[in-house]
């Protein structure tokens, strides 16, 4: 039966059917969601606990240990790490990728309810917990500037004003606000002061507590009607509390302006942000997941005009950086990318056919399949990003073959004489078969990707679906729009005319007489052929352990961040003061276009009193000569002579995959139960990492040096005077804690009442002992007399991975080196360095890597052994299929060398082109042994007559779709415009292995199908 009869019968039908499928696909691709890559949702939850006042071994020991062991039996926890700072612990759990995030959310809440009852009793408030996605960075960045205005004020209007207005806009997740200098009342004490007036410290926080309230107090009710009851209780000013009563002295009030300053500040007046050396508060909007990132931020653009109007005068809020320009960009250079591969594809067709209505036909099925497929892409909720689009541009070189195969079989029936319908007829009903097993065959390489776990399944899973759909529509197209275009267009005289007069006819020509002969020689001398090919086998699976091996390339999407360490124990002026410095080198770099500057606040938004943070916008790729990736290593050059300061800076990758934070790209974790034996090796490690080539940018989380004041409690003494230890601990905590002792209520938010000794009292170990406790008898009673003091050092930060102390340590790749090889050294090295009782492993991004590069090869070998089967299933035979992916080889020889001679890496990306290559090759063995078989089985003809026939009537769409695949993969191997760096990889590794295998197969494939055919032979003998 000819199904293609059907549809040449029917023209009006097809013609109808294909419109249709064009105009859904057209109103489908206007309607698709714009995005940089794949929805990859990594289910992440950080829960924060604070404790202000605690050292971080307490809030390791009291806050973080018993949170981690009731979160650690939670179902689908991939993995936990804490920190623990100075008055605050961030525990960051990362989930199974299938994990549902709400879900996941629920059980952590339930588990921190059941923990807080082990928690201390101090903790101002619960733990809480913010789902976060690592692969998901801000989108756009906006810095709210005031030049007269004070910095509460301005902040006000960006987290209860801006931050609002912008989260109520589709598509936004959530707007963080960084440098928040949030309004709050500080009440500084002087001690002398106290003392003079009999009062502890303890006793004024206690007083300041029930001076302002905010309770209910009841309704007033009476047979008519009925009355709120409300009580002015609450002080909301600076001046209200400072002329608070706390106590009476000899009848006389003692008001809290009289023990202190009383003033309007902020509630973390220890944190301060910049941009471009201008105070700030900048605003970072996050996308939801499927959210149009290109929409959104245009909705959010069209918004900021109003905002700006409404804002008070003197302030200005600008855009800092806007992702969401460089995603169109880039989308923009991909659909171009799309057009002119599908131009030089057009262009090739037309040099081999030399026909425009054999062109025409054989075109049409190119823009019928791609638009076609958006309508797919809608449907199945895929979005419209640089991954899906290069996947259309490398469908654009094999979409057509199936149409060239179909077009090149009629054509040679009208050339000998037939007229156009019969051709049609019996041409598409010859090929039919063909076209069934290639579009079959080639949609079985995706078949394993869909499958597939982890990063890579979930990153090529729209990839591979969008290439797998395009495929099946243009073998659609070839066997019903094609023939009967044929029965209708294809003309005999200008085939000859035009073939006769054909420059290019004749050249092509000459080369299938070059070919001819060179096959029959290279038939002639099989086992030569066969040794030259293992050889290259050999070679193959050398240049898969020489070449260099990577994960997710960097992108310049003109953004670079940056981390400062200071020394530890540095004053918040000091650092202020380096800081600035920093930024200043940074802003003269003249690739560097404006420079946001974070002092107070770490990694993770943890705040951190030697940590700084830099957000580097980078000026448009046309106005500077360096890449993101330069730019890194010439600041780096720049600011690593400023002395007692490490600065860190990245160029972020195309996707992050790891939760835990670090200065660094690249992780290393120690962990160990005896935290000595930890400290040591890690420090020896760090040391040894030193001495491999091309590691950079070490660093340790391990912060040891923090200055310590160790206060031991004389107990009997303290006991005495009827004096606990918690009393101490309270008195301290009310003195150097920042402790909230009431919040001023508003419709607006909450604000802080802050309590702490006067910092011009904090300066020297002996200005604590003029704190006072009261004891018993009611006496007050110096500091010193119950305790005694010890300056010495402790840690800054204490880190936990998976329940256990752990440290991390982090570096970065110099130029010129792959993570493959890296990683290796680094793993050989902790074998060698590292004792029997600390283990050490790879987190975040490289250990993704290592679990690729793990998968990757299974994915290979899968997906030849689907090919193998589907095509096994089709011919009905075992040795075929065997002969038809000769080719794999050496287009892996190909697209290796290719990698090698322009010195890109075999990562994900590439690795994908590899297994593309799968499905393009065997295209070829297919058109040679489906015709070698059907000439053998119609004219008897012996294998070697019916293998060289087929190659020498097959030769034109052989080249024809080989040439086709070949240039539209050029512009992706160019790796020309935004984001063009990421996929040009992908694009050398196809563009080589194609080119190679096009060459060896010609010969390789034949020559094995003869030694199939002895073989086959001498089996049947043998029963």
């Known amino acids: 039966m000819n199904i293609c009869k059907i549809f040449i019968d029917r023209p009006v039908t097809t013609i109808i059917l294909t419109l249709a499928l064009v105009i859904f696909g057209f109103f489908a691709y206007l309607a698709l969601p714009i995005s940089a890559l794949p929805n990859v949702d990594f289910p992440t939850i950080v829960v924060t606990a604070n404790l202000p006042g605690a050292d971080p071994e307490t809030m390791a020991t009291s806050v973080a240990t018993p949170i981690e062991k ?20 961030q525990i960051t759990l990362q989930f199974s990728l299938d994990r549902n995030i709400d879900a996941a ?21 619960p733990p809480t917990i913010k789902k976060v996605n690592p692969a998901d960075a801000p989108v756009l960045y906006l810095a709210l500037t005031a030049n007269n205005l004070p910095l509460t004020t301005v902040d006000n209007y960006a987290e209860n004003f801006i931050a609002p207005r912008l989260s109520m806009i589709e598509g936004v997740a959530q707007v963080n606000v960084y440098g928040a200098q949030q309004y709050a009342v500080r009440i500084n004490l002087n001690p002398s002061a106290l003392t003079n007036r009999g009062l502890s410290i303890d006793s004024v926080a206690n007083a300041i507590q029930n001076l302002s309230v905010n309770q209910p107090t009841g309704i007033l009710q009476s047979s008519g009607y009925y009355r709120l009851i409300k009580v002015d209780a609450q002080l909301s000013t600076a001046k209200q509390f400072g002329n608070a009563i706390i106590a009476t002295q000899n009848g006389a009030p003692v008001r809290l302006k009289d023990l202190g300053i009383v003033r309007n500040s902020v509630a973390n007046d220890q944190a301060a942000t910049w941009y471009n050396n201008k105070r700030a508060i900048v605003l970072a909007v996050q996308r939801q997941p499927g959210a149009n990132t290109v929409s959104m931020v245009k909705s959010i653009l069209q918004v900021l005009p109003t905002l700006t109007t409404d804002l008070p005068g003197g302030a200005n809020l600008q855009v800092v950086y806007n992702n969401a320009q460089f995603i169109e960009d880039s989308i923009k250079d991909v659909q171009f990318t799309l057009l002119f591969a599908a131009l030089l594809v057009v262009g090739i067709i037309f040099l081999f056919l030399n026909n425009i209505s054999s062109t025409f036909i054989a075109v049409l099925s190119l823009p019928v399949s791609i638009i076609a497929t958006f309508g797919f892409m809608y449907l199945f909720g895929f979005n419209l990003d640089n991954l899906s689009l290069m996947g259309l541009v490398l469908a654009v070189g094999f979409v057509i073959d199936d149409a060239v195969v179909v077009l090149e079989n009629i054509m040679r029936h009208v050339e000998s004489g037939m007229d156009r319908l019969s051709a049609s007829l019996v041409g598409s009903k010859e090929i039919g078969f063909t076209v069934v097993a290639m579009t079959l065959s080639l949609v079985a390489v995706f078949i394993p990707v869909f499958f ?26 070839s066997l019903t729009l094609v023939p009967m275009l044929c029965s209708r267009l294809i003309s005999y005289k200008s085939l000859v005319r035009e073939h006769k007069q054909s420059s290019f006819e004749r050249i092509f020509n000459d080369c299938k007489v070059f070919y001819e002969q060179s096959l029959r020689w290279s038939l002639n001398h099989g086992r030569f052929v066969l040794v030259i090919a293992l050889i290259l086998f050999i070679i193959t699976i050398v240049f898969f352990d020489i070449v260099p091996k990577g994960f997710i390339p960097s992108q310049d999407i003109g953004l670079v961040f940056g981390t400062v360490e200071a020394p530890e124990g540095i004053t918040f002026k000091d650092f202020v003061k380096e800081q600035q410095m920093v930024a200043a080198i940074i802003a003269k770099n003249p690739a560097v276009d404006g420079v946001i500057s974070s002092v107070g606040q770490g990694a993770g938004g943890v705040n951190s009193n030697n940590t700084g943070t830099l957000v580097l916008r980078l000026k448009p790729l046309g106005q500077r000569k360096l890449s993101s990736d330069e730019v890194v290593q010439q600041v780096q050059q720049q600011v690593q002579k400023i002395p007692g300061l490490n600065v860190f800076l990245i160029s972020p990758p195309a996707i992050r995959t790891g939760s835990k934070s670090s200065n660094s790209n690249y992780q ?14 890690a420090k020896k490690l760090q040391t040894a ?8 940018n070490i660093d340790s989380d391990l912060e040891l040096s923090n200055p310590e004041l160790k206060l031991h409690v004389l107990r009997d003494r303290a006991a005495a005077l009827g004096i606990t230890p918690a009393d101490i601990e309270l008195a301290l905590y009310s003195a150097y804690g920042q402790r909230q002792v009431a919040s001023i209520m508003t419709g607006s938010g909450d604000y802080d009442v802050v309590l702490a000794i006067d910092p011009k009292y904090q300066h020297s170990v002996k200005d604590i002992d003029a704190i006072s406790l009261r004891s018993s008898s009611g006496l007050l009673v110096p500091l010193s007399a119950v305790v005694t003091e010890k300056e010495g050092v402790g840690p800054l930060v204490i880190n936990h991975y998976g329940q256990l102390p752990a440290i991390t340590l982090s570096f970065n790749l110099s130029p010129g080196y792959s993570l493959g090889k890296i990683t290796n050294q680094v793993t050989t090295l902790a074998k060698n360095t590292l004792p029997a009782n600390v283990t050490g492993s790879f987190a975040g991004d490289a250990q993704t890597f290592q679990q690729s590069m793990t998968s990757l090869p299974l994915l290979l070998l899968s997906t030849i052994l689907v090919i193998y089967m589907v095509l096994a299933i089709l011919y009905e035979h075992f040795i075929h299929p065997i002969t038809i992916l000769t080719a794999l080889p050496f287009a892996a020889f190909g697209a290796l060398l ?37 000439a053998r089985r119609e004219k008897n003809l012996s294998a070697k007559e019916a293998i060289a026939e087929a190659c020498s009537i097959r030769f034109r769409p052989i080249m024809m779709t080989t040439m086709s695949a070949i240039v539209a993969s050029l512009p992706i191997a160019l790796g020309l415009g935004a984001g ?9 590794a196809v563009v ?7 060459l060896i197969t010609l010969y390789v494939t034949p020559v094995f199908y003869l030694a199939m055919d002895r073989l086959s032979s001498k089996l049947a003998k043998s029963k």
């Open 70 to 89: 009731q979160l650690s039996t939670i179902a689908g926890l991939n993995s936990m790490n804490s920190m623990s700072y100075a008055g605050e612990t």
């Open 105 to 125: 959310a629920q059980d952590v809440q339930s588990a921190l309810l059941a923990v807080t009852r082990h928690l201390p009793s101090g903790m101002p408030d």
């Open 452 to 477: 597939m776990g982890g990063i890579i399944g979930r990153l090529f899973y729209e990839f591979a679906a969008v290439v797998a759909i395009a495929i099946l529509i243009s073998g659609i197209v």
């Open 668 to 681: 290393f974790v120690l962990q160990s139960t005896n935290w000595q034996v930890l400290q040591n090796s």
């Open 689 to 696: 990492l030193a001495s491999i080539k091309g590691v950079q």
């Open 898 to 934: 290719a990698l090698l001679v322009f010195n890109q890496e075999l990562d994900i990306f590439s690795f994908i082109g590899l297994i593309m290559l799968v499905g393009l090759t065997k295209k070829n063995g297919i058109i040679m042994i489906d015709f070698a078989i059907e």
């Open 980 to 988: 063009g760096d990421t996929r040009q990889a992908l694009g050398i």
């Open 992 to 998: 080589g292995g194609l080119v190679f295998s096009q």
